[in-house]
């Protein structure tokens, strides 16, 4: 049980630093999941000491409130990861692209700086805007071969979301076994009671 708790606290950090990376540029956390995933890996990450308090301590009502929370954050964290999975390439393009257009100029030029790339997407309906865009970026690359922003946020997205929802699908079903685990746990007798009182 304890060793499962533990597990369950590196998992927890786990949500919480992938999702970290995922929301490594800044435009990319205009998608929403992936703050949902930081708050599951928190969840998780408390829950796992309430039932290590739990647990050591022998303690009924917090090894109940462990296998209620830890039941929802099941849920929750299935949801979150097949919906991560489920967001494709033209959802994300749709969401990073309404991110783009709400930026101002001056925070489009940081970024195109920091990411070293320049414009949004250079698509044929769209290719003035592209080249306006284009002559006003200040990055690095601009001098040899730039890469569009949208197509380094698109691919950083993509890789972001598909690692979010296989580790999240993946030990989302070891939560089970936590509560199986607590549920037995929790009917087992104290070793440290008094045998001669009242249970």
Not at 53 to 76: D, P, T
Not at 145 to 167: D, Q, R, S, W, Y
Request: proline share 1%; glycine share 10%; hydrophobic share 50%.
């Amino acid at each position: 049980m304890l060793t499962l708790l533990a597990f369950f606290q590196l998992v927890g950090l786990l949500l919480i630093g992938v999702a970290a990376w995922g929301k490594g540029f800044g435009i990319v956390s205009s998608i929403h999941i992936i703050g949902g995933v930081i708050a599951i890996g928190v969840f998780l990450l408390l829950i796992a000491i309430i039932g290590l308090i739990g647990a050591v301590s022998h303690h009924q009502v917090m090894l109940f409130i462990y296998m209620v929370v830890l039941i929802l954050i099941f849920i929750f964290q299935l949801v979150v990861s097949c919906s991560c999975l489920a967001l494709n390439s033209s959802l994300q393009e749709r969401f990073l692209n309404e991110a783009w257009t709400s930026m101002g100029n001056v925070t489009r030029r940081e970024m195109e700086k920091n990411v070293n790339c320049c414009g949004w997407l250079n698509t044929t309906d769209k290719y003035a805007q592209f080249k306006e865009e284009f002559s006003l970026c200040t990055a690095e690359c601009k001098k040899t071969t730039c890469e569009t922003c949208g197509n380094k946020m698109l691919t950083h997205a993509g890789e972001a979301l598909k690692i979010l929802g296989g580790v999240g699908l993946f030990f989302s079903f070891t939560e089970i076994l936590g509560v199986w685990l607590a549920f037995r746990y929790r009917n087992q007798k104290d070793p440290r009671a008094n045998p001669s009182a009242f249970l």
